[in-house]
């Protein structure tokens, strides 16, 4: 019998352990939600969706955006502080042949 109160406690103890994971889980995913990575930066120049991302080689030094305002943006992460592009090409450059 005292083996039977034993996995009953074990059984309790990792129940309690799965909700206090599942509640931790849900408080980190609702503050990333509303307050971004704590290591990310909001880069604001976009006026519409970003469609596309794309981080240069080697080290990362760069980041491409693009979005559905036309504009492509390039980001220099060895700036002091990130809060404008370094570059911006405007479009949509559509050409066609015939």
């Known amino acids: 019998m005292p083996q039977a109160g034993r996995r009953h406690s074990e059984i309790s103890t990792s129940s309690y352990t799965a909700r206090q994971r599942s509640l931790f889980q849900e408080e980190t995913i609702t503050s990333v939600l509303s307050n971004g990575f704590p290591f990310s930066s909001k880069l604001a120049a976009h006026t519409s969706c970003v469609n596309t991302l794309a981080f240069s080689s080697?080290?990362?030094?760069?980041?491409?955006?693009?979005?559905?305002?036309?504009?492509?943006?390039?980001?220099?992460?060895?700036?002091?502080?990130?809060?404008?592009?370094?570059?911006?090409l405007c479009g949509p450059k559509v050409s066609y042949s015939r």
């Open 58 to 88: 080697g080290q990362g030094r760069f980041l491409a955006s693009g979005g559905d305002d036309f504009r492509i943006y390039l980001w220099d992460f060895h700036q002091e502080d990130v809060t404008v592009p370094i570059y911006n």
